[in-house]
């Protein structure tokens, strides 16, 4: 008589009908988010009116549904700077955030390049009152004073797949708690 443990059916998964299925899966929200530097090479960022937590950020968000994460970042970068981003998209880096206290999804995110601003485009940007109230191109080193240290980190991330060509992978962009 066969062994019921090593039988073909014994090993079989339990097969749930698909909505089921991604209802038990962990949920993300995926963002978009475009990178410039000034002629000189130094980050350009905006300073956020809504966070204090990340008070620097690359002009981006989160995709809107049915939305790419190329799309999400051109939109967001039209929308929060006036800037028009041409394609095609030269990914930067891949960012993972797990949930946290005072956010309950995980984090999916891709950082694009917009490359270098002249200083005409630079003074051209107009921001958008309520998300953002200055925009600023620094040295590293300089903003390494200014964010929290995974911000810093990330930023050195991006800065290093610029140079080097080859994306960033940073999942240790996670929410506090």
Do not use: N
Not at 46 to 62: K, R
Not at 162 to 167: D, E, K, L, N, S
Request: glycine share 10%; proline share 12%; with cysteine.
């Amino acid at each position: 008589m066969p062994d019921p443990a090593t039988s073909p059916t014994a090993a079989r998964p339990q097969w749930l009908p698909p909505e089921e299925f991604a209802a038990s899966l962990p949920k993300a929200t995926v963002f978009g988010a475009v990178f410039f530097t000034d002629e000189d090479d130094r980050p350009v960022q905006l300073h956020a009116t809504y966070s204090v937590e990340h008070p620097w950020q690359w002009p981006g968000g989160i995709a809107e549904p049915g939305e790419r994460p190329w799309q999400t970042a051109v939109r967001e970068c039209r929308e929060e700077t006036g800037l028009l981003v041409p394609g095609p998209p030269r990914l930067l880096a891949a960012v993972f955030g797990l949930p946290g206290r005072d956010w309950p999804l995980s984090t999916v995110g891709y950082v694009f390049d917009g490359g270098r601003l002249s200083p005409g485009r630079l003074a051209g940007i107009v921001l958008d009152p309520a998300e953002h109230d200055e925009v600023r191109a620094l040295g590293v080193a300089e903003w390494g004073e200014l964010m929290p240290e995974r911000d810093r980190a990330r930023l050195e991330a991006v800065m290093t797949a610029r140079r080097t060509g080859t994306p960033a992978y940073f999942d240790t962009w996670d929410w506090e708690g």
